[in-house]
């Protein structure tokens, strides 16, 4: 998406040859219009959310707030009400505000699972780019230590680690982060192989330049694009990993919110009609298809060709 | 050369699965606290900490419990759990927890599996044949919003319709592990639903892609030119070639179940061993959680295998590699 920007000196000169080739623009359809619009407005909640929201997401309603309709009786509950005036989405299974809980929950999934994928591709990307340039020891070195934890399904690496020291957001980060890495890094090898044995990096060491050089002048704008393709698939199986420990209740500790949690924890109030589980449900829902929407443009854009590489 | 291919592919399952087992004990032996302690919890004196310690061979060097964890695990010793723990005993022995939870959970995946490739292959296979059709589209589109949301959420859905405003299932299923008939059918019913809707997506989505794969084949343009009909080309030449394929699809996504597992059981309340397990983990009972992990991730390992082999066997030039 940001085509249009960055073009610095060195790469505007080039622009100017005649056998440059033209740059296409993204032009995106209008689901992955419908997709940047979404995740606009939940970038936005995460940065507003907690400062828009009614209520704080700890607060347990008082009683008094809820008054049976043309009527000075109170409510005999605040817990699974109906939206109404007061709570705009009505309460949960504490009678806390479902909208602020959503709002102030955004930061805590959103922010969580961002952390961890950037961490994932910190480690991803530099690891798979030393085996891909390092030589065929450590190329082999790592990919074993990869592949072992890639056998091992997500869900059970994380359980264990879990188990044995406990759940705290700063270790939730680290775990995913770590976990997330094993396919970044394979992704990443595979990519920084592909442009090795190119011609331009072939042309680039009989000048004589260093490793060092070849990595961030030939490699990383080389595999820049289809990563970013990938940060954004991978960003959605983070959010939906975060979301279904804390949904098991091992991820993000009550009394903060979380979306994952959140649904867990009034997934009692189904029966009632309560719509308190559905919100933070939906939320995960919109921004996960929304993100999808915008990857499957941009890969369109990039060539298709790596949706066959990224399982 | 395809028995040469095949005993390697053994024993790099083999290896994986050595090197799993060695993940799996560091990640729950090397931190503080052990067994000992959590067994004896309060009551933990310096003295008794030491002969339970010694009782349990804790006492030895970590290498040296790997080895013996292994060797027992071999022989269907899977240690004690926490559980049942006390005064003069140590605990509930683990296998006999585990077998059966395994026995639910083996009926759950088997009835999905039952259900849901047939359906998904069939359906797969559909949207390949008409492509860009209504079926086709529709197929696309509700697979391509099913993989994207998590599995809990299909469930909560499904809870909502099935449970809440048809009224025909109850929400949760509260098994006793005795129920018969028409019973184990209404306790079964939901968490099937939501498994065969999260597998079946995959695998619809897969088999698509790879039909149509096959139908961008040289000798199916052939075909066409030859005006062979369009039925024809994909029931007697398309198909056959996309059955390796298919098979793949079909084992890496029963592996996948396995995370679906953890998440449905947990929903319903259904008693088994990813249930077991996730219990386990909230009450740190780390002897059961080893005893689980090993289970699932041989297990995934077995089907990714599987998933291998049949991608052999259903290529030739992999069969006979040059």
Excluded at chain 1, 234 to 248: A, C, E, G, N, P
Excluded at chain 1, 298 to 303: P, Q
């Amino acid at each position: 998406m940001t085509e249009t920007t960055g073009k610095t000196g060195a790469a505007a000169q080039f622009e100017e040859l005649p056998d440059a080739p033209p740059r296409r623009r993204l032009q995106l359809s209008w689901t992955g219009k419908l997709g940047v619009c979404v995740v606009v407005f939940w970038a936005a909640i995460v940065v507003a959310g907690p400062t828009i929201a009614p209520y704080h997401e700890a607060d347990i309603l008082d009683e008094a707030l809820f008054v049976v309709p043309g009527s000075d009786n109170p409510y005999p509950d605040t817990d699974y009400q109906p939206p109404s005036r007061v709570v705009y989405l009505g309460s949960d299974y504490l009678g806390r505000d479902t909208l602020s809980r959503t709002l102030f929950g955004a930061r805590t999934t959103i922010g969580i699972s961002l952390a961890s994928t950037l961490l994932a591709y910190l480690v991803g990307v530099t690891l798979g780019i030393a085996a891909a340039v390092g030589g065929a020891t450590l190329d082999t070195v790592l990919s074993r230590i990869n592949d072992a934890f890639l056998s091992m399904p997500t869900i059970m690496l994380g359980l264990v680690v879990i188990a044995a020291i406990g759940s705290t957001i700063p270790i939730l980060i680290m775990l995913t982060g770590l976990i997330y890495a094993t396919s970044v890094f394979r992704i990443a090898r595979a990519l920084g192989l592909d442009v090795m044995v190119s011609d331009f990096v072939e042309a680039a060491r009989v000048r004589g330049e260093g490793l060092w050089w070849i990595i961030t002048r030939e490699i990383l704008p080389n595999v820049a694009m289809p990563m970013a393709t990938d940060f954004g698939l991978r960003f959605v199986y983070v959010i939906l990993f975060i979301s279904s420990l804390s949904f098991l209740g091992l991820g993000v500790q009550p009394p903060q919110s979380d979306w994952g949690s959140m649904v867990r924890e009034n997934l009692s109030g189904l029966p009632y009609g309560s719509i308190a589980p559905l919100v933070p449900a939906l939320a995960i829902a919109t921004l996960t298809i929304a993100i999808n929407l915008i990857v499957d443009d941009v890969s369109a854009h990039a060539g298709g060709k790596l949706a066959r590489r990224m399982i | 050369m395809l028995l040469h291919a095949m005993l390697r592919r053994i024993a790099v399952g083999i290896a994986t699965l050595l090197v799993v087992s060695v993940l799996i004990f560091i990640g729950t032996s090397v931190l503080p606290g052990d067994v000992a302690n959590i067994i004896l919890g309060q009551m933990a004196t310096p003295e008794s900490l030491a002969a339970l310690r010694a009782k349990l061979g804790l006492d030895q060097p970590a290498h040296v419990r790997y080895f013996f964890w292994l060797g027992n695990l071999m022989t269907g010793d899977l240690g004690v759990s926490k559980a049942g723990s006390g005064f003069g005993t140590i605990g509930t022995p683990i296998s006999e927890m585990l077998v059966p939870r395994m026995w639910n959970t083996i009926r759950l995946a088997g009835v999905v599996a039952a259900v849901a490739v047939p359906l998904s292959m069939a359906l797969g296979l559909l949207a390949a044949m008409y492509p860009g059709t209504r079926l086709d589209r529709i197929v696309t589109f509700t697979t391509l919003g099913l993989i994207s949301v998590p599995e809990f959420l299909v469930a909560t859905f499904l809870v909502l319709v099935v449970a809440v405003y048809l009224g025909w299932l109850p929400a949760t299923a509260y098994m006793s592990g005795n129920e018969t008939g028409w019973q184990l059918v209404k306790a079964l019913a939901m968490p099937t639903l939501t498994l065969v809707i999260v597998a079946s997506s995959q695998i619809m989505r897969m088999t698509r892609a790879t039909v149509l794969n096959v139908m961008s084949s040289p000798y199916i343009e052939m075909a066409i030119l030859k005006g062979v009909p369009r039925q024809r080309i994909i029931l007697r030449h398309a198909l056959f070639n996309a059955i390796g394929p298919i098979v793949n699809v079909v084992a890496l996504n029963l592996a996948y179940l396995v995370s679906g597992v953890v998440i449905v059981e947990t929903i319903f309340a259904y008693p088994g061993l990813a249930k077991l397990m996730i219990d386990a983990v909230q009450t740190r009972d780390l002897p059961l959680v080893q005893a689980c992990a090993m289970i699932f991730c041989a297990t995934y390992i077995v089907l990714i295998f599987i998933a291998d082999m049949a991608s052999i066997l259903s290529n030739p030039r992999l069969r006979h590699p040059k």
